[in-house]
């Protein structure tokens, strides 16, 4: 009971409630729906993404990640009926920034790597736009196929494409095994019985 009255309260006040509070039985279904989804929104673009790489090399992967990755989000986000992002600290495109709660669970990721712990997920109850949600945060690593656009050294012509898209760039500099974001997946929680 103390920890629906803790959800219950944390809704009304607007903030959020983190993964200690929500029940075990709960934790687990926004578990199997969160990560299911966020396999799904990853494996489309990963996909596109190798396509495109193969197909024309990492300019024109460039110009599909430009011009495809809200364009796949929004397509995988009507076929699954849940709303997804993926957001980071250090964004390419500004429309990826933050939210207040996405930056709690960033710096949740950021703290536990610091401690030597990968955690494979994180959830919180939200109030998002009046509905109360769940959010399942997927983490994500830096693999050696994204260093040809996020990494340390980027061929030249391509930095300087990515600069002309993208004059604010915060997503370079990165190695093999980073921490570089998280998918969101919104869960509203009336599907969680
Ligand atoms: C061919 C270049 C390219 C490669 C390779 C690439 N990305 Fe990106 N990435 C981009 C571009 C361009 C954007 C901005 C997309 C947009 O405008 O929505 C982006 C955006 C992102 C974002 C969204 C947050 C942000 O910074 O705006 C994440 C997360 C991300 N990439 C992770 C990865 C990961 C993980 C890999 C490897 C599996 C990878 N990327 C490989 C070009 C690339």
Request: overall charge positive; aromatic content about 8%; charged content about 30%.
């Amino acid at each position: 009971m103390k920890k629906y009255i803790a959800l219950l309260s944390a809704f009304v006040i607007g903030c959020s409630t983190t993964q200690t509070q929500i029940p075990e039985e709960k934790k687990a279904k926004i578990e199997e729906i969160g990560e299911k989804n966020a396999m799904v929104l990853l494996k489309t673009l990963k996909g596109e993404l190798i396509k495109a790489m193969s197909e024309g090399g990492a300019e024109n992967a460039l110009t599909v990640c430009n011009k495809k990755a809200m364009e796949l989000t929004q397509q995988v986000e009507k076929e699954t009926g849940v709303q997804m992002k993926r957001t980071t600290f250090k964004y390419r495109n500004p429309a990826n920034a933050p939210d207040k709660y996405e930056k709690e669970a960033l710096e949740y990721f950021e703290k536990s790597i610091k401690e030597g712990k990968f955690p494979k997920n994180y959830i919180q109850v939200v109030n998002e736009n009046g509905v109360l949600t769940y959010r399942y945060y997927k983490p994500l690593k830096v693999e050696p196929i994204c260093l040809t656009c996020h990494g340390e050294v980027i061929d030249e012509k391509l930095a300087a494409k990515i600069k002309s898209l993208y004059p604010s760039d915060k997503a370079t500099g990165y190695k093999d095994g980073d921490f570089r974001g998280v998918v969101r997946v919104s869960i509203p929680a009336d599907k969680i019985q």
